[in-house]
């Protein structure tokens, strides 16, 4: 190929934004951009007591304006002229409702302020109710079993259950919503300038995964088991769609607004969407019988097998299994952790309380002075945690910690389940109780490979890339013991926003395939973490620990929603 062609990537993640301007050719970055959602960070429609978290549009849209044109700004006109293709992915399922034109509600007068009309976010879990009504009626309504694809157990995460409650709990939704569009779709919808909710192109990624489509059912769920499972779903999947797309298909040209607002060439191919961890393990290299692990706030697991391979298996108590979700041509099967280095930044605020509401407030030393220690000190709480959790032997503390401080994703998704700590004693101090918290992390992390393992699909390695997979020599040492299994961790500090470049230079026709583009752009591996043998034997009776702890509480959570 030759080497002035560019592509950009535009990674959409629960905090920020990111764009990358990538080389075709290579897959050398020469320009990104990172900009922080305001009104997400002055956390502005969110309750999490009440798990809501809800973002604005104009969030992503400044977001995506300022990102782009930022890093226009650091490259050569050569290279912006040669821009051929934008890919685009996001979090999900993350919906929102939209007005016939398929604008946000929230975009419209009335409904600025009104967290209902925004975006769900992905880890909104107000809809647990609404999930278990789902997985009810799906199996005994007396129709065929729509979670079947989707691992069996349908997520308060998902979109039918999101869009269900917001109908239940809002009645200005209920009167002024025409439709629904995940994230993924519509912004590839915005600058293609076809918000159309009936004909923009969605996201097979998003509708396999999350809405329970698939081509035996002739697309979404049947009108008779919606309107079974509550009246006021009665038309909406008339009002959805029927076809869906794999993301190496472009979602049409960049409209000549969106050029002159950018600084962009007209005619930039810009492709169909999918989520951050699809993208991603594109980006990370993912192969067949490899499971890419997306290691951040929580973790996706993804895992791509031939059909021939797979044949009718279904694997239960996952996030779906989707033609072309991930590779196109390829079966992409989904799990993941409802909280992973998240459970390692709840711990350090838990133990920051001080910092925050004590020492902040302190009238001993001047502003600068306070301001200054408290956030240095709350900069070395988890790196000073490390460093003490490192000392101490496997077993050694008789701590055992439950990763469900976020619900369950997989195996058996439950958004109901709460995390625990076990075995403390007067001689707990924090290092150990963290290194515990994360054992519990990675042990969550075994349980989804040993569910595919005994599901009839194999492991043949793992590839880690996020944030964690990078950061972290603890976590990830840990990790590669506990499953006793060789870990590659991706090199890309972007391996996200690089999977979305991929798709964007298999769009813009660059390569035919996303397998060549992988070749082609992929940065390779930087780290390989190898188990310690003496170790993860120690660690086989610490995971029967947390399995029978994981029991307990999954009973005791159980009995008290029956009282």
């Given at each position: 190929?030759?080497?002035?062609?560019?592509?950009?990537?535009?990674?959409?993640?629960?905090?920020?934004?990111?764009?990358?301007?990538?080389?075709?050719?290579?897959?050398?970055?020469?320009?990104?951009?990172?900009?922080?959602?305001?009104?997400?960070?002055?956390?502005?429609?969110?309750?999490?007591?009440?798990?809501?978290?809800?973002?604005?549009?104009?969030?992503?849209?400044?977001?995506?304006?300022?990102?782009?044109?930022?890093?226009?700004?650091?490259?050569?006109?050569?290279?912006?002229?040669?821009?051929?293709?934008?890919?685009?992915?996001?979090?999900?399922?993350?919906?929102?409702?939209?007005?016939?034109?398929?604008?946000?509600?929230?975009?419209?007068?009335?409904?600025?302020?009104?967290?209902?009309?925004?975006?769900?976010?992905?880890?909104?879990?107000?809809?647990?109710?609404?999930?278990?009504?789902?997985?009810?009626a799906a199996r005994n309504w007396g129709g065929v079993d729509y979670t079947k694809?989707?691992?069996?157990?349908?997520?308060?995460?998902?979109?039918?259950?999101?869009?269900?409650?917001?109908?239940?709990?809002?009645?200005?939704?209920?009167?002024?919503?025409?439709?629904?569009?995940?994230?993924?779709?519509?912004?590839?919808?915005?600058?293609?300038?076809?918000?159309?909710?009936?004909?923009?192109?969605?996201?097979?990624?998003?509708?396999?995964?999350?809405?329970?489509?698939?081509?035996?059912?002739?697309?979404?769920?049947?009108?008779?088991?919606?309107?079974?499972?509550?009246?006021?779903?009665?038309?909406?999947?008339?009002?959805?769609?029927?076809?869906?797309?794999?993301?190496?298909?472009?979602?049409?040209?960049?409209?000549?607004?969106?050029s002159n607002k950018l600084n962009l060439p007209e005619g930039v191919l810009v492709?169909?969407?999918?989520?951050?961890?699809?993208?991603?393990?594109?980006?990370?290299?993912?192969?067949?019988?490899?499971?890419?692990?997306?290691?951040?706030?929580?973790?996706?697991?993804?895992?791509?097998?031939?059909?021939?391979?797979?044949?009718?298996?279904?694997?239960?108590?996952?996030?779906?299994?989707?033609?072309?979700?991930?590779?196109?041509?390829?079966?992409?099967?989904?799990?993941?952790?409802?909280?992973?280095?998240?459970?390692?930044?709840?711990?350090?605020?838990?133990?920051?309380?001080?910092?925050?509401?004590?020492?902040?407030?302190?009238?001993?030393?001047?502003?600068?002075?306070?301001?200054?220690?408290?956030?240095?000190?709350?900069?070395?709480?988890?790196?000073?945690?490390?460093?003490?959790?490192?000392?101490?032997?496997?077993?050694?503390?008789?701590?055992?910690?439950?990763?469900?401080?976020?619900?369950?994703?997989?195996?058996?998704?439950?958004?109901?389940?709460?995390?625990?700590?076990?075995?403390?004693?007067?001689?707990?101090?924090?290092?150990?109780?963290?290194?515990?918290?994360?054992?519990?992390?990675?042990?969550?992390?075994?349980?989804?490979?040993?569910?595919?393992?005994?599901?009839?699909?194999?492991?043949?390695?793992?590839?880690?890339?996020?944030?964690?997979?990078?950061?972290?020599?603890?976590?990830?040492?840990?990790?590669?013991?506990?499953?006793?299994?060789?870990?590659?961790?991706?090199?890309?500090?972007?391996?996200?926003?690089?999977?979305?470049?991929?798709?964007?230079?298999?769009?813009?026709?660059?390569?035919?395939?996303?397998?060549?583009?992988?070749?082609?752009?992929?940065?390779?591996?930087?780290?390989?973490?190898?188990?310690?043998?003496?170790?993860?034997?120690?660690?086989?009776?610490?995971?029967?620990?947390?399995?029978?702890?994981?029991?307990?509480?999954?009973?005791?959570?159980?009995?008290?929603?029956?009282?």
């Amino acid at each position: 190929m030759e080497n002035n062609k560019f592509v950009i990537g535009l990674d959409y993640g629960t905090d920020s934004v990111r764009t990358v301007i990538v080389n075709a050719a290579n897959g050398e970055e020469v320009a990104s951009d990172v900009h922080y959602y305001s009104r997400w960070t002055e956390g502005k429609y969110c309750v999490p007591a009440d798990n809501q978290f809800r973002q604005h549009p104009l969030d992503y849209i400044e977001g995506l304006e300022r990102t782009i044109k930022n890093s226009l700004n650091k490259v050569s006109e050569e290279i912006r002229t040669n821009i051929m293709g934008i890919s685009v992915d996001t979090t999900g399922s993350t919906p929102v409702a939209v007005n016939k034109q398929g604008t946000p509600l929230s975009l419209t007068p009335g409904f600025e302020e009104n967290p209902n009309t925004m975006f769900v976010l992905w880890k909104d879990h107000t809809a647990v109710k609404e999930a278990a009504e789902i997985n009810e009626a799906a199996r005994n309504w007396g129709g065929v079993d729509y979670t079947k694809f989707e691992g069996g157990i349908y997520s308060s995460e998902w979109f039918w259950a999101k869009i269900l409650h917001m109908l239940r709990v809002d009645e200005s939704i209920r009167e002024n919503a025409f439709s629904w569009v995940e994230h993924c779709d519509w912004i590839p919808a915005v600058l293609t300038g076809n918000t159309d909710p009936l004909t923009l192109k969605r996201s097979r990624c998003a509708a396999g995964h999350k809405a329970m489509w698939h081509e035996r059912f002739g697309g979404l769920p049947a009108e008779e088991f919606l309107v079974n499972l509550d009246p006021l779903l009665a038309g909406l999947r008339g009002r959805l769609y029927r076809d869906t797309y794999t993301s190496d298909v472009p979602a049409g040209p960049l409209t000549k607004e969106w050029s002159n607002k950018l600084n962009l060439p007209e005619g930039v191919l810009v492709g169909v969407g999918a989520f951050d961890a699809h993208m991603g393990a594109v980006g990370g290299e993912i192969e067949p019988f490899y499971l890419s692990k997306v290691m951040g706030t929580s973790t996706c697991d993804m895992l791509i097998a031939p059909f021939d391979e797979v044949g009718d298996t279904l694997v239960s108590g996952i996030c779906g299994q989707v033609d072309g979700s991930i590779t196109p041509g390829m079966l992409g099967l989904e799990a993941g952790q409802s909280a992973f280095g998240d459970i390692y930044a709840w711990f350090k605020n838990v133990i920051a309380w001080p910092l925050d509401n004590i020492l902040a407030k302190t009238d001993m030393i001047d502003d600068a002075t306070r301001k200054k220690l408290v956030d240095e000190v709350s900069d070395k709480i988890i790196p000073e945690l490390t460093a003490a959790a490192e000392k101490i032997d496997i077993g050694e503390s008789g701590i055992v910690a439950l990763d469900w401080m976020n619900g369950r994703r997989t195996p058996d998704a439950n958004q109901a389940l709460k995390g625990a700590v076990m075995g403390l004693s007067l001689g707990s101090d924090a290092p150990r109780i963290f290194r515990a918290l994360v054992e519990a992390t990675v042990f969550g992390s075994r349980k989804i490979i040993d569910r595919f393992i005994s599901e009839g699909m194999r492991i043949d390695g793992v590839i880690a890339l996020g944030g964690v997979a990078r950061k972290s020599p603890f976590v990830m040492q840990i990790m590669a013991d506990a499953l006793n299994m060789s870990i590659k961790v991706a090199r890309s500090e972007q391996t996200v926003a690089l999977g979305a470049a991929m798709f964007a230079g298999v769009v813009a026709g660059l390569y035919d395939t996303v397998e060549k583009a992988q070749k082609g752009m992929g940065a390779g591996f930087d780290a390989v973490y190898e188990p310690i043998p003496e170790n993860a034997e120690k660690y086989k009776a610490l995971y029967e620990a947390y399995g029978r702890l994981g029991d307990f509480v999954e009973e005791a959570c159980h009995t008290e929603q029956i009282s």
